[in-house]
C-alpha cells in the first residue's frame, strides 16, 4: 500500500520564476491538503481539495494555487517567486468521511524548494 | 482563530527514561481533534498519537499516551521507556471536527533529544 508521495525531492529557483510541486495521495484517500514548513517552524495550511476543486484557504497570497486531478493527485504552483518562499512543502492526504471533514491526514516526504 | 502553543522548544531523556511534552491550545469550539505528530531529520511528518475532544478516555498508542485536560485547553504527549529512534521534533495539531473545515493548526515544535 503506497503511501503519500511527492516529487521532486529538492528543487533550486531564482527569484521570479514559477514552480509546480506534485502530490500523489494514499490509495483510498480523496483529499489533499498543502503546507509550507518554513525552516524551524510549524506548517503551515495553504489550501485543500477536494472533486478537483480548492476547498479551504490558508492565509497565503494568489501566487500560490493549486489543482486537483480525477485520480485525486495534485499539484501546487507558486508563481513570481520570493525568497521567503523558500521552504519545504508539505501535502497531506485524506479521506472526506462527512461533508466538510475529512479524517486523518498522512504527509508525504516533502518538496524542499530552495529560491536564489 | 485557534492557536497551538508548544511552550518547550527542546527537551531531552536518557534512553528508556520517561518524558513529558506540553501542548495548550486555544479554541471557541467543542468539536475538534487533537494529534501529535514526529518528524525525525528525514522530515516526513508521522502521525504518533490522536484524541477525539469528545472522548474522555485519554488515547493511547504503545509507549505514547497523551493526558488531555479539556477544561485546561492541555494536551501533553507522554514517552515512556525512550529509545534512541524517537529523537525527533514533535508537533502538536488541532482540527476543527465540525463542517467550518479540516485544516490543521500547528504548534512551533518541541526537539526531543534521546540520550544513550
Known amino acids: 500500500d503506497a503511501g503519500v508521495t511527492q516529487s521532486p525531492t529538492h528543487l533550486i529557483k531564482t527569484r521570479g520564476q514559477q514552480v509546480t510541486l506534485r502530490c500523489s495521495p494514499k490509495?483510498?484517500?480523496?483529499?489533499v491538503s498543502w503546507y509550507q514548513q518554513a525552516l524551524g517552524q510549524g506548517p503551515q495550511f495553504i489550501f485543500q481539495?477536494?472533486?478537483?476543486?480548492?476547498?479551504q484557504r490558508g492565509n497565503f497570497p494568489d501566487r500560490f494555487s493549486g489543482h486537483q486531478f480525477p485520480n485525486y493527485s495534485s499539484e501546487l504552483n507558486v508563481n513570481a517567486l520570493l525568497l521567503g518562499d523558500s521552504a519545504l512543502y508539505l501535502c497531506?492526504?485524506?479521506?472526506?468521511?462527512?461533508?466538510?471533514?475529512?479524517?486523518?491526514?498522512?504527509f508525504g516526504p516533502g518538496t524542499r524548494l530552495t529560491v536564489l | 482563530a485557534q492557536t497551538v502553543t508548544q511552550s518547550q522548544p527542546e527537551m531531552s531523556v536518557q534512553e528508556a527514561e520517561t518524558v513529558t511534552l506540553s501542548c495548550t491550545y486555544d479554541?471557541?469550539?467543542?468539536?475538534?481533534?487533537l494529534f501529535w505528530y514526529k518528524q525525525p531529520p528525514s522530515r516526513q511528518m508521522i502521525l504518533v498519537i490522536r484524541?477525539?475532544?469528545?472522548?474522555?478516555q485519554n488515547a493511547t498508542e504503545n509507549r505514547f499516551s497523551v493526558n488531555f485536560q479539556k477544561a485546561a485547553k492541555s494536551f501533553s504527549l507522554k514517552i515512556s521507556d525512550s529509545q534512541l529512534g524517537d529523537a525527533a521534533m514533535y508537533f502538536c495539531?488541532?482540527?476543527?471536527?465540525?463542517?467550518?473545515?479540516?485544516?490543521?493548526?500547528f504548534g512551533e515544535g518541541t526537539q526531543l533529544t534521546v540520550n544513550p
Open positions: 497531506a492526504s485524506s479521506l472526506r468521511r462527512l461533508a466538510g471533514v475529512t479524517d486523518t491526514q498522512y
Open positions: 490509495s483510498g484517500h480523496d483529499t
Open positions: 481539495y477536494y472533486e478537483e476543486e480548492e476547498r
Open positions: 479554541t471557541s469550539e467543542s468539536d475538534y481533534y
Open positions: 484524541q477525539e475532544a469528545y472522548k474522555q
Open positions: 495539531a488541532y482540527r476543527s471536527g465540525g463542517t467550518s473545515g479540516s485544516r490543521l493548526t
